[in-house]
C-alpha cells in the first residue's frame, strides 16, 4: 500500500487488458488503495508484459499478491482459462470487495466503412471478444465468487462516447460499446447486491488512440483525433484511472449507471 487513500479495504480484483493502456494504469492506481491481503489477477494475451508488470507492483506494494493469465478473452479457451486461474485466486472468503473490471477491448478494422464489412466471421469473431467475453466472463466470475455476508461485489463496463455516439468507420466499435451498456444495465436490475458501472474513460493516449490515427477511415473523423493529440487534449490513462477509482469509492452512483471522464 501506498500513497494517502487506502480506503477500498481488502479487494480482489481481476482486470482485462491489463497488459497496456489503461488497464495497466489502472493496476498501478488500484494498488496504491487497497490494503494488504489484496489481490489482483491481470489478464490479457501478453505475458511477457504481464510478468513485468507483475513484477513491478509486487515491488512496490509488497502486500498485494499478482497474478496473471495470458489468453485470448475472442475465444472458449482463454475464457475458459481466465475463469479456472480466477477461481485459483486465493483470498476469496476473505476480501472485503470484488471488483471486476471488464477493460479489454478491439477497434475492430476501422479502416472500414459499413458497406464494406461483409463477412460475418469478422463480425463474429469482433463481438466474442467485445461483447460475448465480458458478459460470460463477468457471469462465470459471479458465480466463482458468490454473495455472502460483509462482501461487496462490483463490475465495471469499461465503455466509451462511442457507445452513445455514432463515429463513421467505427460500426463495430460503437455497436460493440452499446450492447455492452445495455447488457450491464440488465444485470444492474437483476442482480440488486450488485454495484455495477459503466466508465466511459474519455479520449486516452494509448495504443488505441494511435489505431483511430492512423486508420480510421474516415477523413474528418481521423483528422479530428491527429488534431486531439497533437493539440495535448488526450488524457493521460493514470488520471482516468484515478476518476474511476474514486467513483467507485464515493460509491455515490446508481448501480447500472453511465459515469464519465468529463462529469
Ligand atoms: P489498448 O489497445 O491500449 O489496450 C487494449 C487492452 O486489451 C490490452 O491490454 C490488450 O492486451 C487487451 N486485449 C485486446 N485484445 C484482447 C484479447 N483478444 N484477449 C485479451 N485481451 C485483449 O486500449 P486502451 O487501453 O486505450 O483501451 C482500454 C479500454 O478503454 C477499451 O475497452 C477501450 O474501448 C476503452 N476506451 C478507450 C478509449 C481511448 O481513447 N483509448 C476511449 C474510450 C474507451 P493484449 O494485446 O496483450 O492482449
Redesign the pocket.
Known sequence: MAGQVSSLGTVLCVL?????????SLAWELCSRVMPGSMLLL????EE??RGLAEELTLKHPGIGVRWVA?????AD?LKKTVQAAQEVPGQDTVQKILII??????GDISKSFVDITDPAEVDSYFS??VS?ALCLTSSLLKTYQRRPGLQRLVIN?????AVKPFKSWSL?CAG?AARVMMFRVLAEEETDLRVLNY??????????A??RAQTADPDLRLQFINMKNSGQ??D?RVSARKLLDVIQADAYQSGANVDFYE
Open positions: 482485462t487488458g491489463a497488459s497496456r493502456g489503461f488497464g495497466k489478464v490479457s494475451r501478453t508484459a504481464m489468453a485470448d478473452l475472442g475465444t482463454g471488464n477493460n479489454a477491448g478491439s477497434l471478444l467485445n467475453s469499461i465503455s466509451s462516447l462511442a466499435y460499446k466511459g474513460p474519455g479520449p486516452l493516449d494509448t495504443d488505441m488512440q489505431q483511430v488526450l488524457i490513462s
